[in-house]
């Protein structure tokens, strides 16, 4: 995504982007017992680890034109389930924490790695290339997933939740498919990228037409302007986290599975994920399932704007919420605790309310 901002501003100067501010939750609330970052290392830490490799089982799934789609289950023993979708970038490595956290508060996890990244099958021609043809095959692809689960059979409630382009990806599923979900919770979703103030649809003209005429010339999808293959990332000058323990077992984990890692993504990818966004935004008034929505105060990946916009237009659940963390980086599930703990606390407060059936929708 920073690559993307940097490139769009070799066209354009760079315009100033206005946040809103919205009402702030406590900072720091650790009742449901969470994950401390005083209990991490480099690597997570034993408990965590212990926990994955007892539980998590992995498998594989036949996506959009018989690409492989890898996934995760942690089953143990609950009546009620999450579904975790993932961001751009990301493998399931990166949740251990969050998966051993929700289970202790009585859960299911079934986690996938989209189409394209982390352990399923890559798409740009090379592993490192992020690309997708349609942003439909990401939700084609998570419709089959939620269906080879049979989650109502299973389990007495079942939720989604979502980071970043996961988000994108859950709103439209969400949009387009019956479900078995009772509330979804979005983290830092991907509504609107930070494109350094060009507006969409130049931005899209851009990487539309720059994607076409890549492929006049090569059989590869052309890079984001400057974007290149994998690169290993430290902490300083992140602009994902100030977690320093969170970022290092997140992303160490790139390096012990290199076959996870992948570069920036294509200008088809964009240009997809641009639209993609804006459907949601649109249309975010036929989701009739109670949504929370937690945004990350200092996220400069993701803008404010596009889940304001988002977040006003659902008008069919009275019981959707919206929540700001002042000081929060992207990557609210990898921050400090005093993000990370106030984000969660909110989420599992807002999940024991539906299980209570104190959350409401109405056509």
């Given at each position: 995504?920073?690559?993307?901002?940097?490139?769009?501003?070799?066209?354009?100067?760079?315009?100033?982007?206005?946040?809103?501010?919205?009402?702030?939750?406590?900072?720091?609330?650790?009742?449901?017992?969470?994950?401390?970052?005083k209990q991490l290392d480099e690597n997570f830490n034993s408990a965590i680890n212990s926990f994955?490799?007892?539980?998590?089982?992995?498998?594989?799934?036949?996506?959009?034109?018989?690409?492989?789609?890898?996934?995760?289950?942690?089953?143990?023993?609950?009546?009620?389930?999450?579904?975790?979708?993932?961001?751009?970038?990301?493998?399931?490595?990166?949740?251990?924490?969050?998966?051993?956290?929700?289970?202790?508060?009585?859960?299911?996890?079934?986690?996938?790695?989209?189409?394209?990244?982390?352990?399923?099958?890559?798409?740009?021609?090379?592993?490192?290339?992020?690309?997708?043809?349609?942003?439909?095959?990401?939700?084609?692809?998570?419709?089959?997933?939620?269906?080879?689960?049979?989650?109502?059979?299973?389990?007495?409630?079942?939720?989604?939740?979502?980071?970043?382009?996961?988000?994108?990806?859950?709103?439209?599923?969400?949009?387009?498919?019956?479900?078995?979900?009772?509330?979804?919770?979005?983290?830092?979703?991907?509504?609107?990228?930070?494109?350094?103030?060009?507006?969409?649809?130049?931005?899209?003209?851009?990487?539309?037409?720059?994607?076409?005429?890549?492929?006049?010339?090569?059989?590869?999808?052309?890079?984001?302007?400057?974007?290149?293959?994998?690169?290993?990332?430290?902490?300083?000058?992140?602009?994902?986290?100030?977690?320093?323990?969170?970022?290092?077992?997140?992303?160490?984990?790139?390096?012990?599975?290199?076959?996870?890692?992948?570069?920036?993504?294509?200008?088809?990818?964009?240009a997809e994920s641009i639209n993609a966004a804006q459907q949601a935004r649109k249309n975010a008034?036929?989701?009739?399932?109670?949504?929370?929505?937690?945004?990350?105060?200092?996220?400069?990946?993701?803008?404010?704007?596009?889940?304001?916009?988002?977040?006003?237009?659902?008008?069919?659940?009275?019981?959707?919420?919206?929540?700001?963390?002042?000081?929060?980086?992207?990557?609210?599930?990898?921050?400090?605790?005093?993000?990370?703990?106030?984000?969660?606390?909110?989420?599992?407060?807002?999940?024991?309310?539906?299980?209570?059936?104190?959350?409401?929708?109405?056509?």
């Amino acid at each position: 995504m920073k690559m993307l901002k940097i490139s769009i501003l070799l066209f354009f100067s760079c315009l100033t982007l206005s946040a809103v501010t919205i009402a702030a939750a406590n900072m720091l609330n650790n009742s449901f017992q969470l994950s401390s970052e005083k209990q991490l290392d480099e690597n997570f830490n034993s408990a965590i680890n212990s926990f994955w490799e007892k539980n998590a089982q992995t498998s594989y799934f036949s996506g959009v034109d018989n690409k492989d789609v890898h996934t995760v289950s942690i089953k143990t023993g609950n009546n009620k389930a999450i579904v975790i979708s993932q961001g751009r970038n990301e493998s399931i490595l990166k949740y251990k924490e969050l998966a051993y956290d929700l289970s202790s508060q009585g859960y299911d996890l079934y986690l996938i790695d989209h189409r394209g990244q982390g352990f399923s099958e890559r798409l740009g021609g090379d592993k490192h290339r992020g690309h997708i043809e349609q942003f439909q095959d990401y939700i084609v692809d998570f419709d089959n997933y939620i269906l080879s689960l049979d989650l109502p059979k299973e389990y007495q409630h079942s939720y989604l939740l979502s980071h970043s382009m996961g988000g994108t990806i859950s709103a439209l599923y969400l949009l387009q498919y019956q479900h078995p979900f009772q509330a979804a919770v979005f983290f830092s979703p991907m509504f609107s990228i930070d494109l350094g103030g060009i507006p969409e649809s130049i931005a899209k003209i851009i990487t539309y037409s720059s994607a076409e005429i890549c492929s006049w010339f090569s059989d590869l999808p052309c890079y984001i302007f400057g974007g290149s293959a994998y690169q290993q990332k430290s902490f300083i000058d992140n602009d994902l986290t100030s977690s320093e323990s969170r970022f290092n077992s997140a992303f160490n984990t790139f390096e012990q599975y290199p076959e996870t890692q992948l570069g920036s993504p294509t200008m088809r990818w964009v240009a997809e994920s641009i639209n993609a966004a804006q459907q949601a935004r649109k249309n975010a008034a036929k989701i009739i399932v109670p949504v929370l929505v937690i945004q990350a105060g200092d996220d400069s990946v993701v803008t404010a704007e596009g889940q304001n916009e988002f977040y006003e237009n659902i008008t069919e659940c009275a019981s959707t919420q919206f929540i700001n963390i002042p000081g929060a980086k992207h990557e609210i599930l990898l921050e400090a605790d005093q993000y990370r703990a106030s984000a969660l606390h909110q989420a599992l407060q807002f999940l024991n309310k539906s299980q209570q059936g104190k959350l409401t929708c109405t056509r």
